[in-house]
């Protein structure tokens, strides 16, 4: 029986030269939190974004001095740039014309179909794609009316309605996004929509807080739809650093096994027969080869005793002892060395590994 997730199978549509949906890898997304208008820190974030494994970057265009300051940042960077519109169509217009991969509108308030009309025409024109956002904070009035309040039930019958719209519209190039901050109405909204409708589907759990809550709440809402093969791609929404929202949008891909171009490092939690310290050892693992682009799970064991068994099924790792580590290959131990030169034992290991999927 296959480990492996099973995804729900997506049209697949095009930002720039990204593909999202379909057979395409799931992609992990972030936004800008400095004024769009100052050039200077604006493109300084978004490159810190790309190097820390962010696929696509959305920028918010609020105003005209924005709109100019955007077009610095869609000519600068290979990536997919998204403007982010609110209420202003023509801002979302101009902005595709500046170069957008994508335009995040939301129908709810950009002012009625006439307008969404315009702008994806003019998405249509220029090769631009787009992102139809479903909040539960900015549902239509016809239909709050109709359910009360926003239910999961509400969030999908908006979503379909406007994914129907631009496919009337013979217009296919757009995804879709429904977010709460509830975690269950997310989901339940995503499993209506998901069985009926093909559309590419942007995941994340909007408003998710601050530190440790809101990186388990994304991850819990996020990690549930992509468990049932929803989601192509995503955005962890956190209070602070954008940075952050990559590490932990790439953290959930490689836990379920959906990035696999990057080193997993795991370690045991510790125990009464550990002799060495696991975490000062498993970060210096981290710092050492966490930035490798190597399929392989890397694992650190407090104990030589167990270790190497408990962690079988990683491809290699350091069993520490008092003054001697044993370092496992696929479960068997090929190695004893002294603590000191355990890192370099390791990646010897670890480059046999690399030779050995190059040849193979």
Not at 73 to 96: G, M, Q, R, W
Not at 162 to 187: A, C, P, R
Not at 220 to 246: Q, Y
Not at 327 to 342: D, R
Request: proline share 3%; aromatic share 6%; net charge positive.
């Amino acid at each position: 029986m296959s480990e492996s997730i099973s995804r729900r199978t997506s049209r697949k549509i095009r930002l720039k030269n990204l593909f999202v949906g379909g057979d395409a890898p799931i992609t992990v997304q972030s936004m800008t939190n400095t004024d769009t208008k100052d050039v200077k820190a604006t493109h300084e974030q978004i490159k810190r974004l790309v190097d820390a494994g962010c696929d696509i970057v959305r920028v918010s265009v609020p105003d005209e001095e924005s709109l100019k300051a955007f077009a610095v940042y869609t000519s600068s960077f290979d990536i997919p740039i998204v403007a982010d519109i609110h209420f202003n169509h023509k801002l979302a217009i101009e902005s595709i014309k500046a170069g957008a991969a994508c335009v995040r509108v939301n129908p709810g308030n950009i002012g009625g179909k006439e307008r969404l009309t315009e702008v994806v025409r003019a998405a249509s024109d220029f090769g631009c794609a787009v992102r139809i956002g479903v909040n539960a904070g900015s549902l239509e009035k016809k239909i709050l009316t109709k359910y009360g309040k926003p239910t999961p039930e509400a969030l999908a019958e908006s979503a379909l309605y406007w994914s129907k719209f631009l496919e009337d519209m013979g217009f296919l190039n757009f995804k879709v996004s429904i977010k709460s901050s509830n975690v269950i109405v997310n989901y339940k909204a995503h499993m209506i929509f998901a069985e009926k409708s093909k559309a590419p589907i942007h995941l994340g759990i909007t408003e998710a807080g601050i530190g440790l809550y809101g990186v388990v709440k994304s991850s819990v809402g996020i990690g549930a739809l992509l468990m049932t093969g929803i989601g192509d791609t995503i955005r962890v929404s956190l209070t602070g650093d954008p940075v952050r929202e990559v590490e932990v949008g790439n953290y959930i891909l490689r836990c379920l096994g959906l990035r696999r171009d990057t080193v997993e490092i795991i370690s045991c939690p510790t125990c009464a027969r550990r002799k060495i310290d696991v975490e000062v050892l498993a970060k210096k693992v981290e710092r050492k080869f966490g930035n490798l682009h190597i399929p392989i799970k890397i694992a650190v064991m407090g104990c030589e005793v167990n270790g190497p068994g408990e962690a079988k099924e990683a491809d290699c790792g350091i069993a520490g002892g008092k003054d001697f580590s044993l370092i496992f290959k696929k479960g068997n131990v090929v190695k004893k060395v002294p603590n000191h030169e355990a890192l370099g034992a390791l990646e010897e290991v670890i480059n046999e590994l690399k030779e050995e999927r190059d040849a193979g």
